[in-house]
């Protein structure tokens, strides 16, 4: 009993002095209230814009971040990515106008702004963001590597390309689809004829796709894999010849060596051409996916290619600048528009337009028949081969673009042009 009474006094005793203690200042003191960050902007420049139909979710998706975040103003200056688009990138670089928050390509266009120290690599991020492009997957990621064994840019989407055919004017005109190269000239002959474009394409910003295949449809992914620095395969000669063939056989739109890549692919997707070499990220723009097909581009007459053989990878990626790295007040901003546009959630999205996702994000709900055609062609290509572009200089790639249409036209020979590429990829 007195033991209790002892411990009782002692709790009274204890109670007491804990009230006389906090009597003279009255309450504890509350939890002092949040300071709201300051505000800060964001320059971006990126590729969902302009007619990319990835556009519409790209804003979507920017929209909840900036709602999420109110203080983070991005400034949005993303547009359609032809070569004059790049010109514009590499000139606000070399301009000392870098935008804080870039997406752009791997390979030679990044070298340039690594070389010179405008972009930052992940693994300096990661030392103060330790899951920064953690969701990505390693096959994704080991596109992204650079030739300092870095990697720098944060994919989304992967891509692959084949020849895009309007199924149903093929079934009008009573012709088979182009699976082999005889039945791809006597579709180009037939619709030539009838009045109908036979491939869509467009010589003055954007011939990129039809030089890949070509060159591989000729060389195979052997020789389309080689970077010509002494000399070039005898494959890639033959294979861009096809240019002036194809043009003397009325393959192309009259106007070509004039018109946009935006105008030359309305021309498939409205059904005024039955053919066009493109890529997954058109998808979305396919206005009438039940009758549209996507095959693997054929093998020449004499050509190495497998059937299957694709063009395909990943080449694009979400890179932060020097610039906003180097400044406190937006470093942290920028990663976080960086993982916010690229989270499982937005790859998500990317998906539904098409592609290759950059992470395990599961089945994609809502794809249509061309996308699944397009996947599945992947799944069973033997040989997957990334773009040209990846490894010639820039100088060099500038240069074979902008000579497609002389070279179409006869002005100059598939050598001369191919001489000039090996000097300038020195």
């Known amino acids: 009993m007195k033991r209790i009474l002892a411990i009782a006094l002692a709790l009274a005793v204890s109670a007491g002095i804990l009230v006389s203690c906090e ?3 009255g309450p504890a003191e509350s939890t002092p209230p949040v300071v709201a960050p300051e505000p800060v902007e964001i320059r971006f420049i990126g590729q969902f814009g302009g007619t990319d139909p990835t556009t519409p979710i790209f804003d979507e998706i920017l929209k909840k971040f900036t709602d999420t975040y109110p203080y983070i103003t991005v400034v949005n200056e993303s547009n359609t990515a032809d070569e004059s688009w790049k010109a514009r990138v590499t000139t606000d670089f070399s301009s000392g106008n870098d935008p804080d928050v870039v997406q752009y390509f791997n390979g030679p266009d990044a070298r340039i702004l690594i070389e010179n120290n405008k972009v930052v690599a992940i693994e300096e991020i990661k030392k103060i963001y330790p899951d920064y492009a953690g969701n990505i997957s390693d096959e994704a990621m080991s596109y992204m590597k650079e030739y300092d064994g870095k990697h720098y840019g944060v994919p989304v989407r992967g891509f692959y390309e084949g020849l895009f055919c309007n199924r149903d004017l093929f079934e009008k005109y009573g012709l088979d689809l182009p699976t082999d190269w005889e039945k791809l000239e006597t ?30 449809a000729e060389g195979g992914i052997e020789d389309h894999s080689i970077n010509p620095k002494v000399t070039y395969p005898e494959s890639w000669a033959k294979g861009i010849s096809y240019f002036k063939k194809f043009k003397d056989m009325g393959a192309f739109p009259v106007d070509v060596n004039a018109t946009k890549n935006d105008i030359a692919a309305n021309l498939f997707y409205n059904k005024q051409a039955a053919m066009i070499v493109e890529g997954s990220w058109s998808i979305g723009s396919i206005k009438y996916p039940d009758t549209t097909v996507i095959l693997p581009f054929p093998p020449t007459p004499e050509g190495k290619k497998d059937p299957t053989d694709i063009i395909g990878g990943f080449t694009v990626g979400f890179y932060i600048s020097t610039k906003a790295w ?4 937006k470093r942290d901003a920028a990663v976080l528009l960086v993982k916010a546009l690229t989270s499982n959630e937005s790859i998500a999205a990317y998906a539904k337009v098409g592609g290759i996702p950059a992470a395990d994000i599961g089945p994609v709900a809502g794809h249509n028949r061309v996308m699944i055609m397009g996947l599945d062609m992947s799944k069973i290509a033997k040989g ?3 773009p040209i572009d990846s490894r010639l200089s820039k100088e060099a790639w500038t240069y074979f673009v902008s000579q497609i249409g002389s070279l179409a036209d006869g002005q100059i020979t598939p050598e001369a042009l191919l001489n000039e590429v090996v000097k300038k990829n020195k």
Not at 198 to 216: G, K, M, N, R, T
Not at 326 to 329: F, G, K, L, Y
């Open 23 to 25: 009597s003279p200042v």
């Open 187 to 216: 579709a180009i002959t037939r619709f030539a004829e009838e009045g109908v474009v036979p491939i869509a394409a467009s010589f003055s910003d954007v011939p990129h796709y039809l030089i890949e295949h070509f060159i591989l």
């Open 326 to 329: 180097n400044n406190p007040a």
């Open 384 to 386: 997957l081969a990334m």
